[in-house]
């Protein structure tokens, strides 16, 4: 059974504080991707990485950036948190072969004060 | 750009109906569909994606190719079934990327 884990289920921050928010899957997956989930928005793809050391922005890429150094890790960064980045983010994986299953980490729910 | 198309922000039906959540894409060529649902306090999860052509949980989603829609149906509603569903495209020449509808919620009445 594919495992998609995020770091916190909760996290409180101050504006300004610089926030990490990691993700782990353990399926070998090539593809994994970063969202935040916001009330009658949807899911909106913030980054995603196709490889290892591999980035490529989403649709809202502003004030995040991410890591990956190691296949099974993908990190998001909030260099300075501001109260607009209040959201829930949900981590996810998938290989790459079409039509197979993305999976879903449990969410992180994040409060800037 | 590719878009996936959910119209409906809020459905609510009574117990025993049908249900029909609807769903369109833009890519042109041929598609993989997928719908995914979030049950409350639940991850979020595949429920059916076109290539394996299955029900789940009495569930089915058809590919209509001339309306380029992919609505999901159920004959008969159950409580259990209120949950956030989305529909998915994915993104054509991409690495592996999935395009997100805005997701519909669906409410099951007694």
């Known amino acids: 059974d594919v495992k998609v884990t995020q770091s916190s289920r909760y996290l409180v921050k101050r504006t300004g504080e610089k926030v990490f928010l990691e993700c782990v899957q353990d399926?070998?997956?090539?593809?994994m991707f970063w969202y935040r989930q916001d009330p009658g928005l949807g899911l909106r793809l913030i980054y995603f990485s196709y490889d290892v050391k591999m980035k490529e922005k989403g649709d809202i890429p502003e004030g995040y950036s991410v890591s990956r150094e190691k296949k099974e890790r993908f990190s998001l960064i909030l260099e300075s948190a501001s109260t607009n980045q209040t959201s829930m983010y949900l981590c996810a994986s998938r290989s790459g072969t079409s039509g197979d299953t993305q999976y879903f980490g449990p969410g992180t729910r994040l409060t800037v004060l | 750009a590719q878009r996936v198309t959910q119209p409906e922000k809020l459905l609510s039906v009574f117990k025993g109906a049908p249900v029909e959540l609807k769903c369109n894409y833009s890519?042109?060529?041929?598609?993989?569909l997928f719908w995914y649902v979030q049950y409350s306090r639940q991850r979020l999860q595949l429920l059916l994606r076109?290539?394996s052509r299955e029900s789940i949980k009495g569930f089915t989603a058809d590919l209509n190719k001339g309306e380029t829609s992919f609505h999901l149906k159920k004959p008969f509603a159950q409580e259990e079934d209120s949950a956030m569903y989305y529909c998915a495209s994915e993104e054509g020449g991409s690495q592996g990327n999935l395009i997100f509808g805005k997701g519909t919620k669906l409410s099951v009445k007694p």
């Open positions: 399926m070998d997956h090539e593809n």
């Open positions: 076109h290539i």
């Open positions: 890519y042109s060529g041929s598609p993989e």
